[in-house]
């Protein structure tokens, strides 16, 4: 991924600040069954906006980031400057309790050497989650972002997972719109609706009633 990718396609007046990190945040805490105290790496924390929450919610955070312009935003959790895929993880073995990303692992030419790493770093049963566009629902507009670069489906994540020494994986399809997370009924309306909504709408229920992301959760093994 480009060093400057923040700057560019980040930048605060294309994606600007809002509650939404703060409701997945406090959705996927409770949901996964986080405590307060677990130490959590965020790869490609970019703006903070995920990992701010999380340290807000009473976890010890942790970032990294391939960008310089990490560093630029006011943070309460250090960040350490990272190219995942050309550098070990700056952290000894079994430090972590939870390593989360969202919207990084596609960016990856080589996923496998991510993985790995977070393998390591992870403490024993510790929990890798992943948030990435599922292929199948986005596969028309997966490329207007061209820095990506390893598409997933579900059995592709999956697979991952397991073939870097994760246990009791789950993974599963996501709609980022909190309403469905409080009325999962409303599912069946956005499935039903999906296929009439335009690729690049710009009304954000419609976009992620048809835009899904694949969660993915597993377990490093216990000693």
């Not at 930048?11 to 959590?40: N, R, V, W």
């Not at 996923?111 to 028309?140: C, F, H, M, Q």
């Not at 997972?161 to 789950?170: R, T």
């Amino acid at each position: 991924m480009s060093s400057n990718y923040l700057s560019i396609v980040y930048d605060q007046k294309s994606h600007p600040y809002t509650e939404y990190p703060k409701k997945l945040c406090a959705y996927l805490f409770q949901s996964f069954e986080f405590k307060k105290g677990m130490k959590i790496l965020e790869p490609g924390c970019g703006r903070g906006e995920f990992l701010g929450n999380f340290a807000e919610l009473g976890l010890d955070a942790y970032g990294v980031d391939i960008s310089n312009e990490a560093k630029n935003y006011d943070h309460n959790f250090p960040v350490e400057i990272c190219d995942v895929e050309n550098a070990p993880l700056p952290f000894p073995d079994n430090h972590f309790d939870i390593i989360f990303s969202k919207s990084f692992i596609e960016h990856l030419h080589k996923p496998e050497i991510y993985l790995n790493e977070a393998y390591r770093v992870l403490k024993p049963d510790g929990k890798l989650l992943t948030l990435v566009p599922d292929w199948e629902s986005n596969y028309k507009i997966y490329f207007d972002d061209y820095t990506h670069r390893s598409p997933f489906s579900a059995q592709a994540l999956n697979d991952a997972y397991k073939i870097h020494g994760f246990i009791n994986v789950k993974v599963f399809k996501f709609r980022q719109l909190p309403i469905v997370w409080k009325y999962p009924f409303l599912n069946y309306f956005c499935a039903l609706i999906s296929p009439f909504i335009p690729v690049r709408t710009k009304n954000k229920f419609l976009k992620w009633s048809r835009e899904l992301m694949l969660v993915g959760i597993g377990h490093k093994q216990k000693n």
